[in-house]
């Protein structure tokens, strides 16, 4: 019954760093999704996935890479993180329709210095 | 102009009183309407959705006004673990979700 689990919870990165985000669900959702948060700005989508295989780019793609290997995961990745990328990841998925909402993880903080 | 606009509030309201605030969005193609909660440092959780009828879950009153494009939420009764941050969200025909920056609410004993 974990929903929708992501990992790391917490990372601090150097400028310049790499490093990949997990979102993992066990609801067999169809849809994946990764948005950021930051202060007055409410969550932007970054990337999402409608199934296994796919990607799309959402409102703020730029220096994010995602895959979606298997269905039940989705991974974001930085390949050169910046200060600008500091902020909360949460990821989300629904079923096909998507009519009941969506599910989201607990969250990744990531602090880039 | 953002897609879907808040008051941020906050709004601070004793106990037992009725709170209510809007949200506006800007594409007259959206789909679905909804009404997150999120407390403090934590993800998202959803509180109900809007239907065109309008609803209640409880205390709480969603309204949507598709002329207009705005939606409402009215809590009653509010209670001390009603403070949280409310997250208008709207989906649009391509099952994304577009967030309102929040409204903050915070109920005082």
């Known amino acids: 019954n974990a929903g929708v689990t992501q990992t790391p919870k917490f990372r601090v990165l150097k400028t310049g760093q790499s490093m990949t985000l997990l979102c993992a669900q066990d609801?067999?959702?169809?849809?994946m999704y990764w948005y950021r948060q930051d202060p007055g700005m409410g969550l932007r989508l970054i990337h999402y996935?409608?199934?296994?295989?796919?990607?799309a780019k959402g409102e703020v793609p730029d220096g994010y890479n995602v895959s979606r290997l298997k269905k039940q995961n989705f991974l974001l990745g930085l390949e050169s993180a910046a200060p600008s990328q500091t902020s909360v990841y949460f990821c989300?998925?629904?079923?096909?329709?998507?009519?009941?909402?969506?599910?989201f993880g607990s969250g990744t903080r990531l602090t880039v210095v | 102009r953002k897609e879907v606009e808040q008051d941020p509030g906050p709004f601070n309201v004793p106990e037992g009183a009725t709170v209510a605030f809007n949200c506006t969005y800007s594409?007259?193609?959206?789909?679905?309407f909804f009404w997150y909660r999120q407390d403090c440092r934590k993800e998202p959780k959803l509180l109900m959705s809007?239907?065109?009828s309008g609803n209640e879950d409880g205390r709480f009153t969603a309204q949507l006004n598709r002329a207009s494009q705005y939606i409402s939420l009215l809590i009653r009764d509010s209670k001390l673990s009603d403070s949280a941050t409310y997250l208008c969200?709207?989906?649009?025909?391509?099952?994304?979700?577009?967030f309102g920056a929040g409204t903050t609410v915070t109920v005082r004993a």
């Open positions: 989300a998925s629904t079923p096909e329709t998507g009519y009941y909402g969506y599910t």
């Open positions: 609801m067999n959702h169809e849809y």
């Open positions: 996935s409608v199934g296994e295989g796919t990607t």
């Open positions: 594409n007259s193609a959206s789909q679905s």
């Open positions: 809007v239907y065109s």
């Open positions: 969200v709207v989906r649009g025909d391509d099952y994304k979700l577009s």
